[in-house]
C-alpha cells in the first residue's frame, strides 16, 4: 500500500494564478481532510469529508474548494492564489470520522510546500 | 468556536531530563490523539485517549486524558536525543464529526 500520496512536492505560483492539489490514499478510508501547517500556528483544518460526495469546511476554508467525486481522491483547489497561502499543504485520511470513538487516527502525506510569489 | 491550545511551544531540555506538554480545549472533548512530527516530515499517529480519566503509556511516554475531557498531557521520561520533534494535540467534539483540530505544537529540542 502506497497510503496517502501527495502531488505535487513544491510548487510556486504567481498570485492569482490557480492550482490543484492532489491526494490519494488506496486504504479505503471514507474520511479525509486537509490541513495547511505555518510556523507557530500548528495544523488549521481546511475542508474535510466523511465519504464520497459530502464536504464540510474547516477552520480556514477560504480561499479554497473540494470535491470528493470517489472514495480515493480528495483534490484541493486553490482558485486564486495569494501570498499568504504560502504553506505546507497535509492531507490525511483515516478509516473512521475524527469524532467517533474508535480508533481513528489519521495517516498524513508527505505534503506539498507552496509558495505563492 | 472549538479550539485547542497546547503548551509550551517550545522546550529545550538536556538528554535525560523529563518532558511534559500540555494541552487544554475550553469544550468537552470526544476524544484526543496525539501525533509527533519529525523535522521536516509529517506527523505520525502516536495515541488516542477516549475515556475520562485514562492513562495510557508507550515505554517512556505517558499521556493522559483529564476526568472532564478537557485537558489532555504528554510525558516523556528521560529523553533521548531521538524524542526531536514537534508533538501535537488534536481534539475531536462530539456532534461535530470529522473535524479534528490540532494545538499549535511543542517542539522538544534534546542536548546530548
Known amino acids: 500500500n502506497a497510503g496517502v500520496t501527495q502531488t505535487p512536492k513544491f510548487q510556486v505560483l504567481k498570485t492569482g494564478q490557480s492550482m490543484t492539489l492532489q491526494c490519494a490514499q488506496d486504504?479505503?478510508?471514507?474520511?479525509m481532510s486537509w490541513y495547511r501547517q505555518d510556523p507557530g500556528m500548528g495544523l488549521r483544518l481546511i475542508h474535510y469529508?466523511?465519504?464520497?460526495?459530502?464536504?464540510d469546511q474547516g477552520e480556514v476554508p477560504n480561499g479554497y474548494n473540494v470535491s470528493r467525486s470517489t472514495t480515493e481522491d480528495f483534490p484541493l483547489r486553490l482558485l486564486s492564489a495569494a501570498p499568504s497561502q504560502t504553506s505546507v499543504y497535509f492531507c490525511?485520511?483515516?478509516?473512521?470520522?475524527?469524532?467517533?470513538?474508535?480508533?481513528?487516527?489519521?495517516?498524513f502525506g508527505n505534503g506539498t510546500r507552496l509558495t505563492v510569489t | 468556536g472549538q479550539q485547542v491550545m497546547q503548551i509550551p511551544q517550545y522546550q529545550h531540555v538536556q538528554e535525560g531530563e523529563d518532558f511534559t506538554t500540555y494541552c487544554n480545549s475550553s469544550?468537552?472533548?470526544?476524544?484526543i490523539q496525539w501525533y509527533k512530527q519529525r523535522p521536516g516530515g509529517h506527523p505520525v499517529f502516536l495515541i488516542q485517549?477516549?475515556?475520562?480519566?485514562e492513562v495510557k503509556k508507550q515505554k517512556r511516554l505517558t499521556f493522559q486524558f483529564g476526568e472532564a475531557k478537557k485537558n489532555s498531557s504528554l510525558h516523556i521520561t528521560a529523553t533521548q536525543t531521538t524524542d526531536v520533534g514537534t508533538y501535537f494535540c488534536?481534539?475531536?467534539?462530539?456532534?461535530?464529526?470529522?473535524?479534528?483540530?490540532f494545538g499549535q505544537g511543542t517542539t522538544l529540542q534534546v542536548k546530548p
Open positions: 490525511a485520511s483515516s478509516p473512521t470520522p475524527a469524532g467517533s470513538s474508535y480508533n481513528s487516527p489519521l495517516h
Open positions: 486504504m479505503n478510508h471514507e474520511y
Open positions: 488534536a481534539g475531536a467534539y462530539s456532534g461535530n464529526t470529522g473535524k479534528l483540530i
Open positions: 485517549l477516549v475515556k475520562s480519566g
Open positions: 469529508s466523511v465519504g464520497a460526495g459530502i464536504t
Open positions: 469544550t468537552t472533548l470526544s476524544n
